[in-house]
């Protein structure tokens, strides 16, 4: 089955404790990217990636890192986490690098950050 | 500059049909799209209009019009599952998309 995913799905953590949310892509797709929701903000892009080993800031990048060794895996760090990164997470990914390109997310990680 | 304006709210009652709206202003037009996002889960890909007119995909009809910068999705015979967010989102610069906050449609029995 063609899919996102991410993991872990719901995680609670403490200021300051590095944590890894993991992405992966099964439809060989080129762009991968992170989005932020929150209540009364929309989605926000984090991070994105035209392919492996290129990435790019988007909208909302401070306090977060990403890389893409692989075409398949976008990996989202946060290497401090404060308590306003507390959000909801959506890994995406699309055949090219347009943004007319239909964009497939994958099941989102509610963090809370204490 | 680059905008998207949807209204908040909708409720509309099971068996009706509703139209949400959305308005968009960019710099150069490639097209918009309109997904669904029910609570808690990822949004889901809907429509995409590049021409003018009125798409229809069962239920679901969504409408373009480019000299107004306007758009509408329509939905039909509408159904308690159909409780959702619905985001208008249309392609800005630098390969981005450019989301609206989107709507949220409540269905009542």
């Known amino acids: 089955e063609a899919q996102v995913t991410q993991n872990p799905r719901y995680l609670i953590t403490v200021t300051g404790k590095k944590l890894t949310v993991t992405c992966s892509q099964n439809m060989n797709h080129e762009y991968m990217s992170w989005y932020r929701q929150d209540p009364g903000l929309g989605l926000r892009q984090i991070y994105y990636?035209?392919?492996?080993?290129?990435?790019d800031k988007g909208d909302v990048p401070e306090g977060y890192k990403v890389s893409r060794k692989e075409k398949r895996n976008f990996p989202l760090i946060l290497e401090s986490p404060s308590p306003n990164q507390t959000s909801l997470y959506f890994c995406a990914s699309s055949f090219g690098g347009r943004s007319t390109d239909t964009q497939y997310f994958g099941p989102g990680t509610r963090l809370t950050v204490l | 500059g680059q905008n998207i304006d949807q209204p908040t709210e909708m409720t509309a009652t099971e068996g009706a049909i509703v139209q949400i709206n959305c308005t968009y202003q960019?710099?150069?037009?490639?097209?918009l799209f309109w997904y669904q996002q029910h609570a808690g889960e990822a949004p889901t890909f809907l429509s995409y209009?590049?021409l003018d007119g009125l798409e229809e995909k069962g239920r679901f009809s969504s409408f373009l019009s480019r000299s107004k910068g306007y758009s509408y999705l329509l939905l039909k015979e509408l159904q308690m599952k159909d409780s959702a967010s619905y985001l208008c989102?249309?392609?800005?610069?630098?390969?981005?998309?450019?989301w609206g906050l989107g709507t949220s449609l409540g269905v009542n029995p």
């Open positions: 960019t710099s150069g037009f490639n097209g």
């Open positions: 209009n590049v």
């Open positions: 990636s035209m392919n492996v080993e290129v990435t």
């Open positions: 989102a249309v392609p800005g610069n630098n390969r981005k998309l450019i």
